[in-house]
């Protein structure tokens, strides 16, 4: 009622008295949060340890003696962070060191892993028994023109895609079935140079990148097997005890004798697969083939595994990040994955002798003589024409490997059938040690030794400034409160 008997100009003197009051309270709120924010900053700076940042709120100092400190502070700031940056960039980048180790009478050495691919893969009885079972309505001329692709089919790779004629019947996806259902049986004889060495006696089946391969004293040869990519059930499997051999237990090799069947093959690691990159040792039936290998080893210390793998430049076996090999990681099946990726980028499909994964199309004959035509980059994963660009994988050697050189190949006419010796002709007198040379223990002394150069701090002094922003500051505002 009061209210409403006012005239409006009294109102409005009544309005302008209280958004002064706001205005003003709002001013004392902003002046004594400034006061205390000054105060408490001052408090840390004049009980500091750190140098120097006690010079700049002693009252005794002049403004110009203030203004040398501030560019003192601010020059020592930029050195320790130029030193402390460079000293964590060298434990990302380069924090191991390759060293050489010379008691070769304490280590013993794998002997090299062999893979074998059969040039003739399709086996001519079962196909007949396929034919007469699943496609006995098919004319001869069908029947032919089936064999024809299933042959070409089974032994086509980068660089002979082009050979595999048309043929629309079978789908893409059921390729490696095929290839596997009509595969060659193989006969042979296994022996080695020791009595008590054993590995098996058996060729383990491996799907490379050349089809249907057959590997002995490889340990990732299993995982490779299209049974266990359709099971997932390494018990089914043998476990490879790897043949390895020391100087004292003289030379080590092993013979595959009365084989059926020409080859390709390929010396590697045990802990290594074949790669359509790798040099390849072909032999013809009724040969007998003698390679003698030397090795180089390098495996790593114990240390190294708290490393991440961009920081020691390598990868154990364990710690696969790849698709198409979730269980072991090896530098070739890394370099798979990566032609998958470019073949499915430049022909939006892969070749059928990978592992199977759903984001991955089965190339048909027309997506095989896409691949054809890229056939020199997806082979060496770099441009060949133009600017030479390797392509970055992003893949890395094994932490722990053999590297092994073929430095005698010797094939001979045989007439007692088709033969393959291989062994060390001699057991490495070094081996190359991956160690640790700046670990997270050095960077910690060297970064406290470049703050207490430029500040002359301590752990205490970095300590006293969580503890100023943390604990102190709660105090304060609930002792102000």
Not at 157 to 171: A, D, K, L, M, Q
């Amino acid at each position: 009622m009061y209210w409403n008997e006012l005239n409006p100009q009294k109102r409005n003197i009544l309005f302008k008295f209280d958004d002064s009051d706001i205005k003003k309270d709002k001013d004392r709120i902003l002046i004594k949060l400034k006061t205390n924010v000054f105060n408490f900053v001052n408090l840390f700076f004049s009980s500091s340890n750190i140098h120097g940042l006690n010079h700049l709120t002693d009252k005794r100092r002049h403004y110009i003696e203030k203004l040398i400190w501030v560019i003192a502070i601010c020059l020592s700031i930029y050195g320790s962070a130029i030193l402390g940056s460079s000293t964590w960039n060298r434990y990302q980048e380069n924090p191991t060191v390759i060293s050489m180790d010379r008691e070769y009478k304490e280590w013993a050495t794998a002997l090299p892993a062999i893979t074998l691919c059969p040039m003739n893969k399709i086996d001519d009885q079962l196909f007949n028994g396929f034919i007469q079972k699943k496609f006995s309505n098919y004319t001869d001329e069908e029947k032919e023109e089936l064999w024809t692709f299933l042959m070409l089919l089974a032994n086509a790779t980068y660089g002979t895609f082009n050979e595999v004629p048309v043929y629309n019947r079978i789908s893409p996806n059921d390729y490696l079935n095929y290839v596997l259902l009509l595969s060659s049986k193989l006969s042979y004889t296994i022996g080695n140079s020791h009595v008590d060495i054993f590995s098996s006696n058996e060729l383990v089946p491996s799907v490379t990148e050349l089809g249907l391969c057959y590997s002995y004293n490889g340990y990732i040869a299993p995982y490779n097997d299209y049974k266990y990519w359709i099971k997932r059930n390494i018990s089914e499997f043998p476990k490879i005890d790897i043949i390895s051999g020391t100087p004292l237990d003289g030379d080590v090799f092993v013979q595959i004798t009365s084989m059926n069947f020409s080859y390709m093959g390929f010396v590697h690691s045990p802990y290594e697969v074949p790669d359509v990159a790798c040099r390849i040792f072909p032999s013809q039936q009724n040969f007998y083939k003698i390679l003698e290998v030397a090795a180089l080893s390098i495996y790593s210390a114990p240390e190294i595994k708290y490393l991440s793998p961009r920081q020691r430049g390598c990868r154990f076996l364990d710690e696969s990040d790849l698709e198409i090999s979730p269980e072991m990681y090896t530098y070739n099946m890394c370099r798979n994955q990566c032609r998958m990726d470019q073949a499915r980028k430049l022909c939006g499909c892969v070749p059928y002798f990978y592992r199977p994964l759903k984001k991955y199309k089965i190339c048909d004959v027309k997506g095989m003589y896409c691949l054809d035509q890229h056939k020199e980059f997806l082979i060496k994963l770099r441009n060949t024409t133009g600017v030479d660009k390797k392509v970055n994988c992003g893949c890395y050697p094994p932490c722990n490997d053999v590297n092994y050189i073929v430095e005698r190949d010797n094939t001979i006419q045989w007439y007692f059938g088709t033969d393959l010796k291989w062994g060390l002709i001699k057991y490495p007198r070094m081996r190359l040690k991956r160690n640790v040379l700046f670990g997270f223990t050095d960077v910690l002394v060297s970064i406290g030794g470049t703050a207490g150069l430029f500040f002359g701090c301590s752990v205490l002094s970095f300590l006293e400034i969580i503890y100023f922003f943390t604990f102190r500051l709660a105090f304060m505002f609930l002792h102000k409160k």
